[in-house]
């Protein structure tokens, strides 16, 4: 066959399909579905394909839900073993550690009545907080208990 003979034009079904039928990559304005992976406008609040409803990136309340309790930031363990002393260790997935650190800080509380425990607490207290947020933030921290 000759490049110089006539072409055929497209037909109306080819011309006027609709759009994801037989792309494989999304246009401007267009995003692949969070379900079922078709083509669909960027704005589109369902799918037209499968009818699950889209939603925005981090305009999810299960985000939150999710970034407090994955244990990957710093931020949150700090202030979880701020609240109580070896919460921020539970947090990021270490529980022997939380505990240790959770029994401490019982005696050390009970140690006030000794007045030892005026200096005991926050010293446990201040480990728990910088522990928690160092392995959180992925170093390991210089003292291990």
């Known amino acids: 066959m ?4 006539p072409h055929e034009a497209p037909s109306t079904d080819e011309i006027d399909e609709p759009a994801g039928d037989d792309r494989t990559t999304p246009g401007e ?5 969070r379900d079922c992976g078709a083509i669909i406008r ?10 699950v409803r889209q939603q925005s990136p981090g305009s999810s309340m299960d985000e939150l839900i999710e970034t407090l309790t994955n244990g990957e930031n710093a931020f ?3 202030v979880y073993s701020a609240i109580l002393p070896g919460l921020g260790q539970f ?3 270490e529980p022997a550690k939380g505990a240790a650190i ?3 800080s019982f ?10 425990g005026f200096v005991l607490y926050p010293a446990v207290w201040l480990y728990a907080v910088y522990d928690a947020y160092v392995v959180a933030e992925g170093r390991e921290p210089p003292l291990e208990i």
Do not use: H, W
């Open 91 to 93: 947090y990021n997935r």
């Open 76 to 78: 949150v363990a700090a």
């Open 29 to 33: 304005g267009e995003v692949y579905c």
């Open 107 to 116: 005696v050390a509380m009970l140690s006030v009545l000794a007045l030892v």
């Open 102 to 104: 959770v029994v401490a």
């Open 2 to 5: 000759s490049d110089d003979g």
């Open 42 to 51: 960027e704005k589109a609040e369902i799918c037209p394909e499968c009818g």
